[in-house]
T-cell receptor, first 116, second 108 residues
């Protein structure tokens, strides 16, 4: 399984500011995903980070609010822009399994964001 | 939406067996996943079913009925460390759509 790290692990931010979260994988992977997990809730897919092209966003999520970069096969960033308290959540990146025949996903440790 | 439904909470006794059910919309299905998530930690993969029937992996088993849009996770010989949230997720394309999770409490 891939080893995934995220930076920062947690942050407290002021309303109106932006935060960029980094996701680093120890091996090349095809698919990288960004999820949000709001307090007491399950995971919601924000977007699929595509290498060399624009990310694919799920319904309810837009590029202006959550710009994503994927410069290579081991790294991606998610920016949470113009934050409000409703953006307080855990943000997780995940990657698809390497060499498996199904789309098992491995998750990073998450970034816990609090917006004041 | 994907209408992935599972119970919110369950309680079971150490050493016992517990079954966590999950129902989902059958359209666009390409696999059913179960993840375990301890508080403050990332989800970890438990099991995957794409064909009907039971998949056994140690103390954990997972069952799938595609025609009924139904799966369950069976945990045997419960241990205190099994107290966690169990997430049912439907594979659709490359993405996973998660249910809200079942919080399992194992008591002595």
């Amino acid at each position: 399984s891939a080893v995934i790290s995220q930076k920062p692990s947690r942050d407290i931010c002021q309303r109106g500011t932006s935060l960029t979260i980094q996701c680093q994988v120890d091996s090349q992977v095809t698919m990288m995903f960004w999820y949000r997990q709001q307090p007491g809730q399950s995971l919601t897919l924000i977007a699929t980070a595509n290498q060399g092209s624009e990310a694919t966003y799920e319904s309810g999520f837009v590029i202006d609010k959550f710009p994503i970069s994927r410069p290579n096969l081991t790294f991606s960033t998610l920016t949470v822009s113009n934050m409000s308290p409703e953006d307080s959540s855990i943000y997780l990146c995940s990657v698809d399994s390497v060499g498996a025949s199904y789309n098992e996903q491995f998750f990073g440790p998450g970034t816990r964001l609090t917006v004041l | 939406g994907q209408n992935i439904d599972q119970p919110t909470e369950m309680t079971a006794t150490e050493g016992a067996i517990v079954q966590i059910n999950c129902t989902y919309q059958t359209s666009g299905f390409n696999g059913l996943f179960w993840y375990q998530q301890h508080a403050g930690e990332a989800p970890t993969f438990l099991s995957y079913n794409v064909l009907d029937g039971l998949e056994e992996k140690g103390r954990f088993s997972s069952f799938l009925s595609r025609s009924k849009g139904y799966s369950y996770l069976l945990l045997k010989e419960l241990q205190m460390k099994d107290s966690a949230s169990y997430l049912c997720a439907k594979g659709s394309g490359y993405a996973l759509n998660f249910g809200k999770g079942t919080s399992l409490l194992v008591t002595p």
